[in-house]
């Protein structure tokens, strides 16, 4: 599974939200009312034919029927991914087809087209607001040899305002990490060295926050914006891992993990309520393919799989995606709550 498009996945999922009764639709995937206290949100595959389901923190795990059309499975570390992506509640569906970006409610209807006539671009959706009221999203020019020309020359990213139905370019300070509970966001440069905000209004500058002691990399933001976790490496050294968080006010930094190899320790999330942190643990390989496990608070959680993304459902369960499966487990006893099957090994 490719790294950089595992990496968008990450920071592009939307905060867990409760299923709306408004979401009554033809689309079986969709319940009517869902149980007192269940939460749901559609997560995106890239391996099988089943590319989307919507997954439940009650072990449920339903395919969800996307338009027809719909293209998924491709991302960028710093722009985004072009899966499909609900709204932070859940009323609405951002997704590419055929060359165009779409918003659509989520029990279908009419799509808005945000965008459209680049079917041979990189058009990304870097993120939701977290109001929904916009949509940050990336075009870069067309990355095949026999691509046909294009006005597109540069990579740029833009602003959808769902209310005044227009777009706008917006100059990023760095590659998008998350939200901050103001709305603004989370930017990492990199080349700077520094983690900044940034508003969306026009003409808004980064604000730097923190500048790096090590080099930082797939950086998520606790729920209260107050700390990053990240994997780190000394500076001259990619050959070596550790996952740590840092205070965004000061820059105290607190070990996770010890020093490892490459890789070792990767994706660190939040929970909910920002009291747990968890991260996937490379623990060896099989017939060729690395096998990860998610660790909470330190505790190994999953048994050993080709591990591709993991996120949390409520403060109690966790879903995670593996190769050929989505697993919805218990965050304490790492009990599996429910399976389904996405994919078919290739022999």
């Known amino acids: 599974m490719n790294r950089k498009l595992i990496a968008a996945l990450m920071l592009l999922t939307p905060a867990a939200v409760p299923v709306k009764a408004a979401e009554e639709s033809k689309n079986p995937a969709v319940k009517k009312e869902p149980a007192a206290g269940v939460v749901s949100k559609l997560v995106a595959t890239t391996y099988g034919a089943a590319n989307l389901h919507r997954v439940s923190s009650d072990g449920k795990i339903v395919p969800f029927k996307l338009p027809a059309g719909t293209v998924w499975g491709n991302g960028n570390i710093s722009a985004g991914s072009n899966d499909p992506v609900e709204s932070p509640d859940g009323k609405l569906l951002a997704y590419v087809q055929k060359g165009s970006l779409n918003i659509r409610p989520i029990e279908g209807g009419k799509a808005t087209v945000v965008v459209s006539g680049y079917a041979h671009h990189e058009l990304l959706m870097t993120g939701w607001a977290p109001n929904g009221e916009s949509l940050v999203y990336f075009l870069g020019p067309p990355q095949a040899d026999d691509a046909p020309p294009s006005r597109v020359k540069e990579e740029k990213f833009f602003v959808y305002d769902l209310k005044k139905k227009a777009s706008r370019e917006i100059k990023l300070g760095g590659a998008f990490c998350g939200w901050l509970p103001d709305g603004e966001m989370l930017v990492h440069d990199p080349e700077k060295g520094t983690v900044s905000s940034q508003a969306l209004t026009p003409g808004s500058a980064p604000k730097v926050l923190l500048r790096e002691t ?129 994919g078919k090994k290739s022999k």
């Open 214 to 342: 090590k080099d930082y990399g797939q950086i998520a933001v606790s729920p209260d914006g107050r700390k990053i976790a990240a994997t780190v490496n000394k500076f001259g050294n990619p050959g070596t891992s550790q996952l740590i968080t840092v205070e965004l006010a000061g820059g105290a930094v607190t070990p996770l993990t010890k020093e490892s190899g490459w890789a070792d320790v990767q994706w660190p999330q939040w929970s909910p309520s920002g009291k747990q942190i968890s991260w996937q643990l490379r623990v060896g390989e099989k017939e060729g393919m690395p096998q990860s496990t998610v660790v909470v608070n330190g505790k190994n959680l999953t048994k050993p799989a080709m591990t591709g993304t993991h996120q949390w459902l409520t403060e109690k369960v966790l879903v995670v995606t593996e190769l050929e499966a989505i697993v919805i487990v218990d965050a304490e006893s790492g009990k599996e709550l429910g399976r389904k099957t996405t």
